[in-house]
């Protein structure tokens, strides 16, 4: 059975950090560029990050840009998504997606092959 699960959210305070995992099961990561979406009560779903399948390629969001870093491990099948500076904004469901896309990455949700569950990220003091 194909999976993506992440892993590594939780409740931090403004200016804190986290990182999130997403892990792969039933197939192999490197055939695949991984995005990061986010979603917070009452939004839209945002795409905030991408990473190509080599991690040669990378993209951020504006809103993010600076403060968070999208990083691969082939070997453990798993990428990553290091969050600083957290801020209350930022406050969001956090779910992977594996897009088969060969060049570069993509944002788009219509784009994305499977998808992880997600993981709750609260900022607050």
């Known amino acids: 059975q194909l999976q993506l699960v992440e892993s590594g959210g939780g409740l931090v305070q403004p200016g804190g950090s986290l990182r999130l995992s997403c892990a792969a099961s039933?197939?192999?990561?490197?055939?695949?560029?991984i995005t990061w979406f986010r979603q917070a009560p009452g939004k839209e779903r945002e795409g905030v990050s991408c990473i190509s399948r080599s991690g040669g390629s990378t993209f951020y969001a504006d809103s993010i840009k600076g403060r968070f870093t999208i990083s691969r491990d082939n070997a453990k099948n798993t990428v990553y998504l290091q969050m600083n500076s957290l801020k209350p904004e930022d406050t969001a469901v956090y779910s992977c997606?594996?897009?088969?896309?060969?060049?570069?990455?993509?944002?788009?949700?219509?784009?994305?092959?499977?998808w992880g569950k997600g993981t709750l990220v609260t900022v607050s003091s």
């Open positions: 039933g197939f192999t990561l490197d055939s695949y560029a």
């Open positions: 997606a594996a897009d088969h896309w060969y060049w570069s990455c993509r944002v788009s949700a219509a784009a994305m092959d499977y």
